[in-house]
């Protein structure tokens, strides 16, 4: 990425201002020695703004940059001394929410470890198969999550909150020196459709990938941003990378509730938030407050946005709203801001500075403006591999997302969905999330997901399941013959089967298996 561009985006969002030279000397410093991974962004922050206020969550905790950075080493200097951890050994983090998760995360950074970042959704049967398959030697988690940890190996040292604190308080002696090796930070896949795997992500080795997404979301320097994404997915920890580097005061809610956080929007009077889309739309079903939270940003990311969702957040929220397409394989491929997605509100938007996306056909040749091929990104931070040591396929160092997708003549990007979700019903192929889109435009549907299910005569059909807003009702032919209406005949759905609410993960994604199991 070229000098001047970083440059230039640098001083736009406040990063370059004056300051006390010793202080800007110790930040640069810190960056030189500890690198640009968790450690060394908390340790550069601290430098130049120690008594600025770094963490404040629901429960009461504020932390300033001086108090994280404390804490996070002396849970370091405990877990080396008391539980033996070294550089290179895993440890799980099976966290909601809160400081205590953040300052476990640096403390594994500091020591050369590797975070495997474990979603809170997994049952216990898939935890222990994660513990094995990343050879864990300490999990660190919430009390709530006890429950699910019987069936772990013996040896795996366990965490709790208490212990933690204990940890914390009870620091063993030493220094803590950079590493021999960077830890490297393992976010697993969602596991949609199957077992999560755990995908490595590399460290940044300079201002580029920052700069890459503080050009096209306007986030500034000592922002106020409520973190509403889960810090175990890849958008919220993208999110705790980009707050450190800004100096930022993070808010933190252990689980989403839509009402309490238009309340800390409004209270902590935050300028920003990182969501996921179902949270979002979760906020357009309750009361908006009777003064406007003071919002500047509204960055999600994670999955689709449904039907008209931008459009109506927009006229609610004002035009405030960034869609960032991407995976924890890429880390990002495209980004919609508010007037792009007032001109098509399903757009993921176009590739930031210094990312590069091709849709190429089967071949890897690119495909014309307009028609679907598959999705091919290249940027900073593409992924290093899975843990298994399986990889993905790349073209001309460009690594296929597993979507499908076109780009518009305007040069805006449209995902069709997962190139494994594309079905062939009739000799036809058919995108399940155009259907979707479609039918969440109806008022009375409050969500839909529209799936592909085995068909004896057309080899597969479209399979709609509808959750309907509350007192709502909606018959089903009605359902088939508005989909009629829009587009072909072998997209209108066979099966209509409306259902309480769509099951999801933790982080918002419809479980695609679970509603397959009607069909088992």
């Known amino acids: 990425m070229d000098l001047p561009f970083i440059v230039a985006t640098l001083t736009r969002r406040g990063l370059l201002t004056p300051g006390r030279p010793t202080r800007i000397a110790a930040q640069l410093g810190a960056l030189r020695r500890w690198g ?42 405990s877990l080396r001394g008391v539980l033996g ?11 909601r929410n809160h400081h205590g998760l953040i300052e476990a995360m640096v403390a594994t950074t500091l020591l050369g470890a590797d975070a495997v970042l474990v979603n809170s959704g997994l049952s216990a049967a898939q935890l222990a198969t994660i513990a094995e398959e990343q050879a864990l030697k300490v999990l660190v988690h919430d009390a709530e999550f006890a429950d699910r940890l019987p069936g772990l190996p013996a040896e795996l040292h366990r965490v709790d909150e208490a212990r933690q604190e204990e940890l914390v ?49 306007p986030l500034h320097v ?56 179902v949270m979002v739309q979760r906020l357009m079903e309750v009361p908006p407050p009777g003064r406007r939270p003071p919002l500047k940003v509204v960055a999600v990311s994670g999955s689709a946005l449904p039907g008209g969702l931008a459009t109506r957040f927009m006229d609610a929220y004002g035009d405030v709203l960034y869609n960032l397409y ?5 880390s990002w491929a495209s980004i919609a801001g508010p007037a792009d997605l007032r001109r098509a509100p399903t757009t993921a938007g176009r590739p930031p500075h210094g990312t590069r996306l091709r849709i190429l056909d089967e071949e890897g040749r690119q495909v014309p403006d307009g028609q679907v091929g598959r999705i091919f990104v290249g940027n900073e931070m593409l992924f290093e591999g899975y843990t298994s040591g399986a990889g ?4 001309d160092g460009l690594l296929d997302t597993g979507d499908l997708g076109r780009v518009g003549v305007d040069g805006l990007l449209f995902v069709d969905g997962r190139a494994d979700d594309m079905i062939v019903s009739g000799g036809e192929n058919v995108f399940p999330s155009e259907v979707e889109d479609l039918i969440a435009r109806l008022p009375q549907v409050r969500e839909a997901a529209v799936i592909g299910v085995p ?3 057309y080899g597969q059909r479209l399979a709609a399941f509808l959750a309907l807003h509350p007192g709502e009702t909606l018959d089903p032919e009605a359902v088939r013959e508005y989909v009629r209406h829009y587009l072909a005949r072998f997209s209108v759905p066979r099966d209509v089967v409306f259902v309480k609410y769509l099951p999801r993960n933790a982080t918002g994604k419809v479980l695609s298996r679970e509603l397959r199991r009607y069909y088992d």
């Open 169 to 217: 308080t009870w620091a063993q002696p030493g220094d803590l020196r950079p590493p021999p090796r960077d830890g490297r930070t393992i976010v697993l896949t969602s596991g949609t459709t199957g077992a999560p795997k755990g995908a490595r992500r590399p460290t940044p080795h300079g201002f580029g990938p920052l700069v890459s997404i503080i050009d096209r979301i």
């Open 85 to 95: 951890v070294q550089a290179g050994d895993r440890i799980g983090l099976l966290c």
């Open 392 to 395: 993905r396929e790349s073209r």
């Open 36 to 77: 640009w991974g968790l450690a060394g962004e908390l340790r550069q922050a601290a430098a130049r703004e120690p008594g600025r206020t770094a963490v404040v969550d629901e429960l009461g905790a504020e932390l300033t940059y001086r108090d994280l950075l404390d804490r996070a080493e002396r849970l370091a200097k």
């Open 222 to 277: 000592r922002h106020t941003v409520l973190i509403a994404a889960p810090l175990f997915h890849t958008w919220g920890y993208a999110a705790l990378q980009v707050c450190f580097a800004l100096r930022a005061t993070i808010v933190l809610h252990r689980r989403f509730d839509p009402a309490a956080t238009l309340d800390a929007l409004a209270a902590q009077r935050c300028d920003a938030m990182f969501a996921v889309p």
């Open 326 to 330: 991407g995976s924890t394989e890429v």
């Open 455 to 457: 068909d004896p005569e």
